[in-house]
């Protein structure tokens, strides 16, 4: 009975404050109180579960008005800056390196190339995917390693590659909104002298639909030392990360939370910019990521090992940027 009375008057007062924030004119934020208001006794974390896939779709969808529009401004663009994608590959599922390179080749932004490095996958249909895709596109350059290396230097082999001034970081089994890139690139016309680039991102689950989308906060370095909230999609001035040596062989599990700490190392707040949109799409459920299994020869202690290495890094002091 209390926690009843308690529910109702927590609804009266998320009734006044949606009166409120609808007079001010900020109606979805109205809206949202208002739902609070009239389901009390729904758990919130049911609520937005409820709401996740939608979400999720509505940031993926690309309309033929919105794929127009964003043409008309790249066309207008002087310099539109050549992004790199970074793909290392290891005996990922046919179906899900398909659904990658599709994910790549539909961008709306056409002003890109695909490093992809295969850590010498022994899956037989690997090898003759990755070369006919390299053949129909002249923008995906594939390297073929010699011996297993995992994550660390398989992306180290990608970079060599690379050709444009930015490096996005993208998983095998992943997948882009046809978007993405152009968002990338307008915030580079917008801050030429940006350092890192960092998006929101949300889960594939197992029959294809999105959910889990993670909204971050712009750069917060306290948060960024206590986990990689950053993740994905990431894009890093491609001199930075030639200076920091890419990344360290031994970190894996923790090998991009210690090549951003690095990275931050050497810039400033204000070169630091977050895209407030869903622009990746992270396949998360067994089967998937399998270059981020630590080495054999490491154990399971190698991302413990790595993050409290990384414990000693100091990155720069926060600022919340805006436009």
Not at 16 to 35: E, I, P, S, T
Not at 44 to 68: F, M, T, W, Y
Not at 197 to 222: C, M, Q, V
């Amino acid at each position: 009975m209390r926690f009843k009375l308690q529910s109702l008057w927590g609804s009266a007062k998320l009734m006044v404050a949606a009166a409120f924030w609808y007079c001010l004119g900020m109606r979805v934020r109205a809206k949202n109180r208002l739902y609070m208001a009239l389901h009390p006794f729904v758990p919130v974390v049911n609520r937005n579960l409820k709401r996740a896939p939608g979400i999720c779709a509505a940031q993926d969808h690309v309309s033929k008005e919105d794929r127009a529009r964003m043409e008309e401004a790249i066309a207008s663009w002087q310099e539109p800056p050549l992004i790199a994608i970074v793909m290392p590959v290891y005996n990922t599922d046919e179906a899900h390196l398909k659904a990658a390179l599709k994910s790549v080749r539909e961008q709306v932004y056409p002003h890109w190339q695909l490093c992809i490095a295969d850590d010498a996958s022994t899956a037989p249909h690997i090898r003759p995917l990755l070369e006919r895709a390299e053949r129909e596109d002249s923008r995906i350059k594939v390297i073929f390693r010699q011996e297993n290396g995992h994550i660390s230097h398989a992306t180290n082999s990608a970079l060599q590659c690379v050709e444009g001034p930015f490096v996005a970081l993208m998983d095998h089994d992943d997948t882009l909104p046809a978007h993405a890139l152009y968002h990338v690139a307008r915030e580079i016309i917008r801050h030429p002298d940006v350092d890192l680039i960092y998006s929101d991102e949300d889960k594939i689950r197992e029959d294809g639909t999105l959910a889990g989308p993670h909204f971050k906060p712009d750069w917060n370095e306290e948060l960024f030392l206590t986990q990689n909230y950053i993740n994905h999609l990431t894009v890093i001035r491609r001199s930075l990360l030639e200076k920091v040596g890419g990344l360290r062989p031994g970190f894996e599990g923790s090998q991009d939370h210690d090549l951003v700490l690095r990275i931050v190392r050497e810039t400033q707040p204000e070169r630091i910019r977050h895209i407030p949109r869903i622009l990746y799409h992270w396949r998360a459920f067994d089967g998937s990521q399998l270059l981020l299994r630590p080495c054999p020869q490491q154990g399971s202690g190698s991302q413990t090992t790595g993050c409290q290495r990384l414990s000693g890094v100091k990155a720069p002091r926060s600022r919340h940027i805006r436009d």
